[in-house]
């Protein structure tokens, strides 16, 4: 007689979805884990009504707690037209209804706030997730992941000895590379910290009967007084051994010669960085600037930066102020160094302040915005129209006699852009190097200040 066993089929043991309180963001995560429960069960689910009352089941109070509510209804009072909606236009009614409604807009924004943390090849996988969303080509993925690491990661990348790479995977490859040495680098050589040699009860009660020291298993003394322990007096010298000594700015600053001087062929290169670096420290300084609120003078420090792309005034003083604030026919968008958009993002506002700057007196519009620590910016089109005459070195300003030549400026039937301006829009030396070759090279000499050219 043959009998014939039927095994039951168990459920998988998913994870159960996390509920949906309807935030747009949370939409795709919990479609997500919705469907692999199904997928995972589908003896559990053997028709769409009660995959769609599953899904429901876990909406809880929110913005969509209207759409659920009407949706469950239907479905259990079995209504004819709700049975016929099939699983997958069930689907697409909930993406339409909860998900962003520009989901690679949404993908873009948060690429261009993602940073590296800790580990490049976490980053990596976190990038290509959001990168296959936005609809970038191969040149706009390079841009916003080498926005994403560190600058010294991404100079090191950039720098590198076979050239910088050209494709996003080699990029990626690249900065899992540099970061994975880097990271083994400070693992190597790390001292082993010294562990107490572990007993068990019976050994532990058999050494303090006979008066044995828990550390090397000798008699004679208590472990705090093993010689088999390192000394404090060692771990303080040891501690002092480990310390760098603080150089001087003169001595760092010999040590680096002396560094360069050793290097063959990376030694143009690193000089040509050295003075970008040097140029770009050099154009931006605080100088005093007195004006006044009704009869009182107030002093304070204004920015100057030759990299800033107009005259901007913090919110914070401009309400100080008591002034009356214009509104500008168009608003223009503000951007910050790094070229991510300003948190005020738009410029509306400007209010007019008479202040003066080394004994001479000026009336000039500001434009309202959030510009961080800073009071006052005074940038590039500013410098332009006065042309002072600027030591940076000494942070010295004067103005020569006043001489005005009038350009007028052709606009093209094709500037229609909207107007924007930058805060503070110092590039930096690498992005620099990778726009502009530079054909004359320099010795290290030229570039040493004449007061360090004796160390």
């Known amino acids: 007689m043959l009998v014939q066993v039927v095994s039951a089929v168990k459920e998988v043991k998913a994870a159960l979805p996390r509920a949906f309180m309807g935030a747009r963001r949370e939409a795709k995560r919990f479609l997500r884990e919705v469907l692999i429960y199904v997928a995972l069960n589908p003896k559990a689910f053997p028709d769409d009504r009660l995959k769609k009352l599953f899904l429901l089941s876990y909406m809880t109070n929110g913005p969509g707690e209207f759409w659920k509510n009407d949706k469950t209804d239907l479905l259990l009072a ?22 962003p409604l520009d989901p690679a807009l949404k993908a873009q924004l948060e690429l261009k706030d993602l940073k590296m943390m800790d580990r490049a090849n976490e980053y990596t996988y976190q990038f290509t997730y959001l990168a296959k969303q936005t609809g970038y080509n191969d040149a706009a993925q390079i841009v916003a992941f080498k926005q994403g690491l560190p600058r010294s990661l991404a100079l090191k990348i950039m720098t590198r000895p076979e ?23 400070q693992e190597y050589g790390k001292k082993e910290e010294v562990a107490i040699k572990q007993i068990s009860d019976i050994d532990r009660k058999e050494y303090m009967a006979k008066g044995l020291c828990f550390q090397c298993g000798r008699n004679g003394h208590r472990i705090k007084d093993c010689p088999d322990s390192p000394k404090k007096d060692e771990k303080k010298d040891e501690k002092k051994r480990e310390e760098p000594k603080k150089l001087s700015k003169e001595e760092r600053f010999a040590k680096i ?47 100057l930066d030759s990299g800033a792309g107009g005259r901007f005034i913090s919110t914070t003083l ?38 003066n ?26 410098l ?33 852009n909207e107007p924007e301006v930058l805060i503070g829009a110092k590039i930096t030396a690498s992005q620099e ?23």
């Open 78 to 99: 079995f209504d004819p037209e709700a049975e016929k909606v099939t699983w997958v236009d069930f689907l697409e009614d909930f993406k339409t209804s909860f998900e």
């Open 163 to 185: 050239e910088a790479p050209t494709t996003i995977k080699d990029w990626m490859n690249a900065a899992i590379l540099f970061d994975e040495s880097y990271k083994q680098a």
């Open 257 to 303: 010669r002396a560094l360069v001087n050793e290097m063959g062929e990376e030694k143009d290169l690193l000089l040509d960085l050295m003075e970008q670096e040097a140029k770009l420290d050099r154009n931006s300084m605080h100088i005093p600037l007195q004006y006044k609120v009704g009869t009182k003078i107030i002093e304070t420090k204004v920015l």
């Open 318 to 355: 401009t309400q100080s102020l008591e002034r009356k604030w214009v509104q500008l026919p168009e608003k223009i968008k503000v951007f910050n160094v790094d070229g991510t958009a300003n948190k005020t993002a738009w410029i509306t506002h400007v209010v007019e302040l008479e202040f």
């Open 357 to 382: 700057i080394a004994g001479k007196g000026f009336r000039e519009n500001f434009m309202i915005s959030g510009i961080g620590d800073e009071e006052m910016i005074l940038g590039l089109p500013w």
């Open 384 to 416: 332009r129209y006065y042309n002072p005459a600027i030591n940076w070195e000494t942070e010295e300003i004067q103005f020569p006699p006043q001489r005005k030549i009038q350009i007028k400026r052709f606009r093209g039937v094709l500037d229609n």
């Open 433 to 455: 190097m990778a726009h502009q070759q530079q054909t004359v090279k320099k010795d290290i000499d030229e570039l040493i200040p004449e007061y360090l050219r004796e160390y």
